[in-house]
């Protein structure tokens, strides 16, 4: 989950939390999605985003774009067990 307004991302949650055995890290959920696996983090998080739409709206905040995705993708940086499998150049 990431937090953006005009000046760029304002914050962020992601598997450094969800998948964390640490104590604490300081991230947009407040310790809600801390160590509580992917699944129960996705749950949580569109429920907190729908929540913070609601209370927006209900301060006349103008909200004129929010999207809550419908599927959640959680792709790697690298792909490990093909790059074990490619032969070293050289």
Not at 47 to 72: C, F, K, P, Y
Request: aromatic share 4%.
């Amino acid at each position: 989950m990431a937090v953006y307004n005009s000046e760029g991302c304002q914050g962020r949650c992601d598997a450094k939390c969800y998948d964390a055995a640490e104590e604490a890290c300081n991230c947009i959920c407040g310790g809600r999605n801390h160590g509580a696996g992917k699944q129960q983090a996705i749950d949580n998080t569109r429920e907190l985003a729908e929540s913070w739409l609601e209370q927006a709206r209900a301060n006349g905040q103008d909200i004129t774009h929010a999207e809550l995705a419908v599927t959640v993708t959680h792709e790697p940086l690298f792909d490990i067990a093909s790059r074990e499998a490619e032969p070293e150049a050289g």
